[in-house]
C-alpha cells in the first residue's frame, strides 16, 4: 500500500516568518502535487512536479521534488495571513488516480 | 469557465436512506472523478469516468454505492442504503486530459449520516 505521510502535522507561525513542509513516501511517484484547501472548498492545485531534483516557484512558495521522486517539500518565505490553509501533497503512479497525504494545517498569525 | 459544480454542499440523512450527490464538471472536460474524505482519513479516490464510461472503479468500497454519467455529461453518485460510516466529504474533481497533473475540484457535499 503506497502511503504519504507529510509533517508537521499542524503549524502556528507569525506573519513574515518562514517555514517548510515536507511529504514523504516509500514509494517513487510519477508525479507529485501540492494543494491547498480552505474550510469549506475543494482542494485547488498549486503546482505540480514531475522529474527528479525539480525545483518550482510559485512567487513565495517554494516547491522541490527529490531526486528519487519519493519526496517533496513546500517552503514559504514571509508567510501572510492569506497562505492560512490546509497544505495537501498528491503523488500520482498511474496516469490518472492520486494518493493524497492526511496535510499540513498551516495558520499565519498577524 | 465555470468551475465544478457539485450539489448539494450538505447532506443529512438517516441510516437506511438514500442519497443522490450530483456533479457537474467543467464543459468538455471527458474525465471526471470522485474522491471522498471521511473523518479523520486521508482523501481517497473512489472512480474515474472518461466521457460516459467507468475507466477505473477500483476505490468505490462496496456495492452500496452506484456512480453513473449518462452522456457523459454530469454525474451522479448514490449510496443505498447509507451507513453511519458515509459520512465525509465527497469531492468530485474533471479534467480535460487524463492525467492527475490537471484536476479542478469541486467544493465538495458534506454528507452525514445519523
Known amino acids: 500500500t503506497q502511503l504519504l505521510e507529510q509533517s508537521p502535522q499542524f503549524l502556528s507561525i507569525q506573519e513574515g516568518e518562514n517555514l517548510t513542509v515536507y511529504c514523504n513516501s516509500s514509494?517513487?511517484?510519477?508525479?507529485l502535487q501540492w494543494y491547498r484547501q480552505e474550510p469549506g472548498e475543494g482542494p485547488v492545485l498549486l503546482v505540480t512536479v514531475v522529474t527528479g531534483g525539480e525545483v518550482k516557484k510559485l512567487k513565495r512558495l517554494t516547491f522541490q521534488f527529490g531526486d528519487a521522486r519519493k519526496d517533496s517539500s513546500l517552503h514559504i518565505t514571509a508567510a501572510q495571513t492569506g497562505d492560512t490553509g490546509l497544505y495537501l501533497c498528491a503523488g500520482g503512479r498511474s496516469y490518472d488516480k492520486v494518493i493524497f497525504g492526511p496535510g499540513t494545517s498551516l495558520s499565519v498569525i498577524p | 469557465e465555470a468551475g465544478v459544480t457539485q450539489f448539494p454542499s450538505h447532506s443529512v440523512i438517516e441510516k437506511g436512506q438514500t442519497v443522490t450527490l450530483r456533479c457537474d464538471p467543467i464543459s468538455g472536460h471527458d474525465n471526471l472523478y470522485w474522491y471522498r474524505r471521511v473523518m479523520g482519513k486521508e482523501i481517497k479516490f473512489l472512480l474515474h469516468f472518461v466521457k460516459e464510461s467507468k475507466q477505473d472503479e477500483s476505490g468505490m468500497p462496496n456495492n452500496r454505492f452506484l456512480a453513473e454519467r449518462t452522456g457523459g455529461t454530469y454525474s451522479t453518485l448514490k449510496v443505498q442504503p447509507a451507513e453511519l460510516e458515509d459520512s465525509g466529504v465527497y469531492f468530485c474533481?474533471?479534467?480535460?486530459?487524463?492525467?492527475?497533473?490537471?484536476?479542478?475540484f469541486g467544493s465538495g457535499t458534506r454528507l452525514t449520516v445519523v
Open positions: 514509494s517513487v511517484f510519477s508525479s
Open positions: 474533481a474533471s479534467s480535460q486530459d487524463r492525467g492527475a497533473r490537471l484536476y479542478t
